[in-house]
């Protein structure tokens, strides 16, 4: 519940590796540490310090939404979120973060003499607020309502456009537009993670390919007879591979695995040998459905999207865009140069707050918009067979995925009642007697 109330104020739940919780952490698990520490900054906000040599006080409100701290309507820090998180260290906390949000297009001052003379830079050169990896990513892109950006590391993540800061079902994490209003009204951006992503994919690689990412794609790749048209009977039973804990849906490390019907009907702890064929296939397929179906549900998208940007290493694989574009039932684009976009959206952002200075009427699409797409080429469009297959496959997949996520549930229940049972029965002097330890 206070998790909950917690994403409607920071935009995410409580979430082990966001700043909050980390702080929590070392506050329960080192008294020195958190006794002797001065200040805490998210990376983005130290470089700004190195770079000006001032203590701005002040953090990018895109990189700041991912720490479970600040109230996004207000800037400031939460004191509820403060309050739940430290107890009656509450007030150290707040002396040690001592920032306040600010909008992505802040100007922190001018370059400071160590940065200056390091770069060859000169005095009145301005330093524009830092912010993360994903906000910068973003900056990379046009992306706009009804679309989607799908980045494949070694997490996958699903981004998108919407219009308010809150909301969306699931562990969604909501940050504010790093480009500024999107038309006309305060924009903001959703994003969904899924923990198995390029790791399980490599592992697959590796035990099915050889190794070979040529022979992934091309499999992956196979066209309308050797993917998603395929019987099910032969192929297609659904492959949910969980290594480490899945963070969207929430559920516990297994091999989850349907019938031919779609049903679930075991959970393994190891693969069972099938035809290379239909277990890249089915990894591939089981996580591009999981992906449409929490996105939607999330609210980033109402089922008809306009086109989906792929980055992240998993972009190059021609088979994997092309299945994308088969589930996503839209065409795909990846960055010309094949290359992350962090770096170039970030350098994007300060072209476009220089540019603002003084001309707030200068919009992203007005400064950037065009370098921007020149960045992106069509790598596919969706098959049409492909995707009406998809369709009629949906709603096996939801159910499929929806007793998974129950059977978890059930399965973490029980698991707490042994838990507190084993508690209770050490109070009693019992435990060791029983052989519960």
Not at 55 to 74: H, R
Not at 191 to 207: E, H, I, P, V
Request: hydrophobic letters at 35%; one cysteine or more.
């Amino acid at each position: 519940a206070i998790s909950g109330q917690a994403a409607k104020v920071t935009g995410s739940v409580f979430t082990p590796r966001f700043s909050g919780p980390v702080m929590r952490h070392i506050l329960d698990s080192s008294d020195t540490t958190w006794r002797t520490t001065k200040r805490v900054m998210l990376i983005s906000e130290f470089l700004g310090l190195l770079a000006t040599e001032k203590d701005a006080q002040v953090l990018d409100e895109s990189d700041g939404a991912g720490t479970n701290l600040f109230d996004l309507a207000s800037g400031d820090l939460s004191e509820a979120c403060v309050e739940a998180l430290f107890g009656e260290e509450g007030g150290r906390a707040k002396e040690m973060v001592a920032s306040r949000l600010c909008s992505s297009d802040t100007v922190l001052g001018h370059v400071g003499p160590f940065f200056g003379s390091k770069f060859g830079l000169e005095n009145d050169v301005k330093v524009v607020v830092g912010t993360g990896d994903n906000p910068s990513s973003f900056c990379s892109s046009n992306l706009g309502v009804g679309e989607l950006m799908i980045s494949l590391g070694t997490s996958d993540t699903v981004l998108a456009v919407v219009s308010r800061k809150t909301g969306g079902k699931g562990v969604v994490s909501n940050f504010a537009d790093p480009r500024g209003p999107a038309a006309g009204d305060k924009s903001f951006v959703r994003m969904l993670c899924f923990a198995n992503g390029g790791k399980t994919r490599q592992d697959y690689c590796s035990r099915y390919c050889g190794g070979d990412w040529g022979e992934f794609s091309k499999i992956c790749e196979g066209g309308e007879q050797e993917s998603w048209a395929r019987g099910r009977e032969a192929q297609r039973r659904w492959n949910l591979v969980v290594d480490t804990t899945e963070i969207t849906p929430p559920i516990p490390v297994g091999v989850y695995r349907s019938d031919a019907s779609g049903r679930f009907s075991e959970v393994m702890r190891s693969g069972v040998q099938r035809q290379a064929e239909a277990e890249v296939r089915s990894l591939v397929e089981t996580r591009l459905m999981s992906m449409h179906l929490n996105s939607q549900r999330a609210g980033m998208h109402d089922g008809s999207i306009k086109r989906v940007l792929v980055t992240g290493g998993g972009s190059k694989n021609c088979g994997v865009c092309q299945m994308i574009a088969d589930c996503f039932e839209c065409p795909v684009f990846v960055q010309s140069d094949g290359s992350g976009g962090a770096s170039y959206g970030a350098a994007m952002r300060a072209l476009w707050v220089t540019e603002r200075q003084g001309r707030e009427d200068k919009s992203w699409a007005g400064v950037c918009g065009e370098a921007v797409e020149a960045g992106w080429k069509l790598a596919c469009e969706p098959d049409v067979v492909s995707s009406a297959r998809v369709r009629e496959e949906r709603e096996s997949y939801e159910r499929f995925e929806d007793e998974v996520v129950r059977l978890a549930k059930e399965k973490d229940k029980e698991e707490s009642k042994k838990v507190e049972t084993k508690k209770r029965l050490r109070t009693l002097g019992v435990a060791g007697v029983l052989g519960l330890g």
